[in-house]
């Protein structure tokens, strides 16, 4: 590495730093005003879009990551982290050390994230539907919700795609550009479309 690529990497690292403190510190005044329970040193990286319907409510864990800028995940963003809940009673809960990157939550009923869970570049996790099936009312008829739960230390690859009702058992990894479509086991890499169980992950703990 030259000693222009060195000083070139240590001032994006510093302006990182500056940008972290300054959006975080904005999103914790606007999560006080809205009524987002936020934890402790939750770390915004850009502006992270909320939008919280009367009578839902948003729960974040500590040291939690939400990356919204392009420079914040080389992988490539395409857009900023958007956190949004769409009936009143709907309650997302996001657990302490999890992150995500430009990642989509759209919640109608439940959306619980355990501890420690990595959501990759892009992903879209939902409960609900969005419109209705009926052909002639798709705007106003019934929209279909069903709670949605990954458990701890899952890891959900890039452009992926989780649906209503789904549960991931803990530790598994969804293999990139995957849709979920029924509940994973624990302990397994999974991907496709629809995502299957591939094979067992081998864990420190040997499971």
Same mark, same amino acid.
């Given at each position: 590495m ?11 690292i510093?302006?990182? !730093?500056?940008?972290?403190? %300054? ?6 005044l606007?999560?006080?005003? %809205? ?7 939750? $770390?915004?990286?850009?502006f ?15 040291n ?62 939902? !409960?609900?539907d969005?419109?209705? $099936? !009926?052909?002639? !009312? ?9 709670p949605?739960?990954i ?36 302990? $397994?890499i ?14 420190? %703990?040997g499971?």
């Amino acid at each position: 590495m030259s000693r222009f690529t060195s000083i070139i990497n240590k001032l994006r690292i510093k302006k990182q !730093d500056y940008s972290v403190r %300054y959006y975080s510190a904005l999103t914790y005044l606007f999560a006080r005003i %809205y009524g987002i329970k936020l934890g402790k040193n939750v $770390m915004f990286f850009k502006f992270t879009t909320f939008f919280m319907q009367e009578g839902s409510r948003i729960e974040i864990g500590d040291n939690v990551q939400f990356r919204s800028g392009v420079v914040t995940n080389l992988f490539g963003l395409n857009h900023r982290c958007v956190i949004s809940t769409h009936r009143p009673g709907a309650h997302i809960k996001i657990g302490k050390g999890s992150g995500m990157s430009g990642s989509t939550i759209g919640c109608a009923t439940s959306i619980e994230l355990g501890e420690n869970v990595m959501v990759g570049a892009n992903t879209v996790i939902t !409960d609900f539907d969005w419109h209705s $099936m !009926d052909p002639y !009312d798709r705007n106003g008829g019934e929209i279909l919700s069903r709670p949605v739960k990954i458990e701890d230390r899952v890891w959900i690859g890039a452009n992926c795609l989780v649906l209503k009702g789904v549960t991931i058992g803990e530790n598994t990894v969804v293999g990139a550009g995957s849709v979920v479509s029924s509940s994973l086991p624990a302990n $397994m890499i999974c991907a496709g479309n629809p995502c299957k169980p591939i094979k067992p992950l081998k864990t420190t %703990y040997g499971a």
